[in-house]
């Protein structure tokens, strides 16, 4: 790791010999490893799951996606940002993160999926977005985060809405009806604000 890329570590990301970590109230955000690889297959070949994010289901067998995922991991890439999603203790229960960063436009697309249905409705989701938001809008120079989820997921918007997104269009891609929501950090910063004031009165 560069200087210049340790410089920008969060006050919340703790060093340990090999991963960083990003820790929130129910959640930590850390490096993917290789041993995420089979719940990873096992979440991308559910078909509620693929059909939740509009994604198509991998048709390799599971020894190929493990050895495409070794390499995947072994390359870094300045456009995205991956993270698994653990609970405190410890155990993987989804995946987080941002792509298409441009930074000329100062925007970043986020997704996150929780795998593991035992978690979901328990604000693992709503803590593990507004954990990586927090992170990129003080670690990064991004000003705008956005993302999408198909029209009919209910439980995604009210959870983005938690965390502060808000709809500004519709798309149709691939026959899917999307609403894309978007975060910026102007907004975020007043709603951090608002939140801490709460907290103290
Ligand atoms: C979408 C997802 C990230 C949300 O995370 P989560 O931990 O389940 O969500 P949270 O518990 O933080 O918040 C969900 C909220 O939606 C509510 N909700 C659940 N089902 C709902 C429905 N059908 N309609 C409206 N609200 C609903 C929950 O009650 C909760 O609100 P509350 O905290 O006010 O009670 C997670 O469920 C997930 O990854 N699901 C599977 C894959 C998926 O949907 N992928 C697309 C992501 S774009």
Redesign the pocket.
């Known amino acids: 790791m560069s200087e210049k890329q340790r410089k920008t570590r969060s006050l919340s990301e703790v060093d340990s010999p090999e991963d960083s970590m990003i820790i929130g109230s129910k959640v930590i955000l850390r490096d993917k490893r290789l041993d995420d690889a089979l719940n990873d297959y096992t979440w991308r070949t559910d078909p509620e ?1 693929a059909r ?2 509009a994604a198509p289901m991998p048709t390799t067998t599971f020894p190929k996606y493990l050895s495409d995922y070794a390499s995947e991991l072994r390359c870094s890439s300045s456009t995205r940002h991956r993270f698994a999603i653990d609970t405190l203790d410890g155990k993987h229960i ?1 995946n987080c993160g941002y792509y298409d960063i441009d930074e000329t436009k100062g925007e970043a697309e986020l ?5 593991n249905r035992d ?11 507004t954990t990586l938001v927090s992170h990129i809008f003080r670690q990064t120079n991004l000003k705008r985060i956005y ?4 029209d009919s ?4 918007q ?2 983005f809405k ?1 965390c502060g997104f808000t709809p500004y269009r519709h798309l149709v891609r691939d026959r899917y009806n999307f609403v894309l929501m978007e975060l910026h950090r102007d907004q975020w910063r007043k709603n951090s604000k608002q939140k801490l004031n709460q907290v103290r009165a």
């Open positions: 799951l939740l994010d989804g997704g996150i999926m929780i795998g978690y979901w409705d328990k604000g693992y989701g709503t803590d593990a977005v993302l999408k989820t198909l997921n209910s439980r995604a009210k959870c938690k």
